[in-house]
């Protein structure tokens, strides 16, 4: 069943220079049950892309597309209504979790906020629901009575995966939530994750992250993004050992694997830089740091080619039209 599907979705940044096109024409599908990864360098869209979904601020710009969460256009919901499912019913775990709370107001405090903007009226009954989640992620129950700032590193950030999946929302999006914890934290945060879905506490997580290593570990489909494009999607497994773009190759071939001695044997990175988002070229967005380049790559852009089940690329190499 699906949970989210994104429709030639098209989201700019207004600058006085012209349009960023941060997610130009991105289409894919979460279902029900699966953790979907989101990959690529930084600067590709992965963050404009799922934080479009619900908190569009200026310079932020709906510029086509949809979004459909189940059945509704997001893309079509007033403040108003993005407000009241926020929470209940799709949730994102910012990139700086760590420091998302708000550091003026007890755990509780916030918790029961929020609790009573979507209509909750018993105290009481969000206090025992905060204190059992505590207990989940393994903190303390004297947690709800502290300030953020009471509180470590790895401890705030469980806390605010807390707060973000308290209301149960069906579908959960971490923002690049373990980029700045060390691996062993990174390690009980997917854990958590994991957990979350086990528990019926949310439905569908939409992971991003610039680390394809870690999202070996919870994914079930990953989309690659280039520069503000899709260029493959598919499970996970499959994409991981027998990816179809180069880019995917390339950002494969970047990770240092164990038990590989890199003072002997070289690492290799992808060299160059992405292409600007406000004047990006017709044809493929990767071609300028493509090895195996062709005169059509700058002057057609490629379509998706399928080269496995549920599993697409778009590049001119795979042939297609
Ligand atoms: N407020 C803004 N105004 C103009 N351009 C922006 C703004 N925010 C982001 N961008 C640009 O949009 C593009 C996509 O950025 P985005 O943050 O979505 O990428 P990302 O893949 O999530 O990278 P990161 O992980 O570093 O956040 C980048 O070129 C970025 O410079």
Redesign the pocket.
């Known amino acids: 069943m699906s949970m989210l599907r994104v429709e030639d979705l098209r989201v700019y940044?207004s600058?006085p220079v012209g349009y960023?096109k941060?997610v130009d024409g991105v289409s894919f599908e979460v279902k029900e049950g699966e953790v979907f990864g989101v990959a690529?360098e930084?600067?590709?869209?992965?963050?404009?892309l799922v934080h479009s979904l619900i908190l569009r601020k200026p310079?932020m710009k709906h510029m086509g597309g949809k979004a459909l969460f189940k059945g509704r256009d997001l893309m079509q919901l007033s403040r108003e209504e993005a407000r009241k499912i926020q929470y209940t019913e799709l949730s994102i775990i910012p990139q700086y979790a760590m420091n998302a709370l708000n550091p003026t107001k007890k755990i509780k405090d916030i918790v029961w906020d929020l609790a009573r903007e979507h209509g909750y009226t018993d105290r009481e009954e969000v206090e025992k629901l905060l204190r059992e989640r505590l207990a989940m992620v393994k903190l303390s129950p004297k947690v709800a009575d502290m300030y953020p700032v009471e509180l470590s590193g790895g401890m705030r950030q469980r806390a605010t995966m807390v707060v973000s999946t308290l209301l149960n929302p069906d579908l959960l999006i971490a923002d690049?939530v373990t980029s700045a914890l060390d691996v062993t934290t990174q390690r009980v945060v997917i854990e958590l994750l994991h957990y979350f879905m086990e528990e019926g506490i949310v439905k569908s997580i939409i992971f991003v992250t610039?680390d394809l290593a870690l999202l070996k570990q919870i994914a079930d489909t990953v989309m690659v993004m280039y520069a503000g494009k899709v260029v493959e999607i598919g499970p996970m497994e499959e994409v991981i050992n027998d990816p179809a773009h180069p880019y995917t190759q390339m950002l494969l071939n970047s990770l240092p694997r164990m038990g590989v001695h890199y003072k002997r044997q070289k690492l290799h990175g992808i060299s160059g830089y992405p292409i600007s988002?406000l004047n990006p070229p017709k044809g493929c967005r990767f071609y300028t740091r493509c090895p195996y380049a062709m005169d059509v790559c700058p002057e057609k852009e490629p379509k998706f080619v399928r080269v496995g089940e549920d599993h697409y690329a778009a590049c001119h190499m795979l042939g297609g039209e």
């Open positions: 940044y600058t960023v941060a690529g930084s600067g590709c869209g992965k963050s404009t310079p690049e610039h988002l």
